[in-house]
Nanobody, 120 residues
Framework: QVRLVESGGGLVQPGESLRLSCAASGTFFSNIAMGWYRQAPGKERELVAA???????NYGDSVKGRFTISRDNAKNTVYLQMNSLKLEDTAVYFCNARISTNWRRLDGSWGQGTQVTVSA
């Protein structure tokens, strides 16, 4: 059973930065793909960023150039560095672990989510 624990969310002002972390256990971390999704009130869950076991990355159009996903296989942890945050980045951010890299499908295991609020 894969367990994912997110941390690092909070309240920031527009233009500021946050770094989210997701610690994984119960899996061969280096062999799986990891992703960050987000869900705002009244909206569908959407892909923010993803990274394969080989290190290839994929980003949602709205965060390209501002967010960076990375992984530390020695620590079984994936990170999401979020810079130049905007009001519309406000959402609950979920960590995802999976085998498939079809990121359009909401597959795999999920963390409990961490709230990111961007407010002036």
């Amino acid at each position: 059973q894969v367990r994912l624990v997110e941390s690092g969310g909070g309240l920031v002002q527009p233009g500021e930065s946050l770094r989210l972390s997701c610690a994984a256990s119960g899996t061969f971390f280096s062999n799986i793909a990891m992703g960050w999704y987000r869900q705002a009130p009244g909206k569908e869950r959407e892909l923010v960023a993803a990274i394969t076991s080989g290190g290839s990355t994929n980003y949602g159009d709205s965060v390209k150039g501002r967010f960076t996903i990375s992984r530390d296989n020695a620590k079984n942890t994936v990170y999401l560095q979020m810079n130049s945050l905007k009001l519309e980045d406000t959402a609950v951010y979920f960590c995802n672990a999976r085998i498939s890299t079809n990121w359009r499908r909401l597959d795999g295991s999920w963390g409990q989510g961490t709230q990111v609020t961007v407010s002036a």
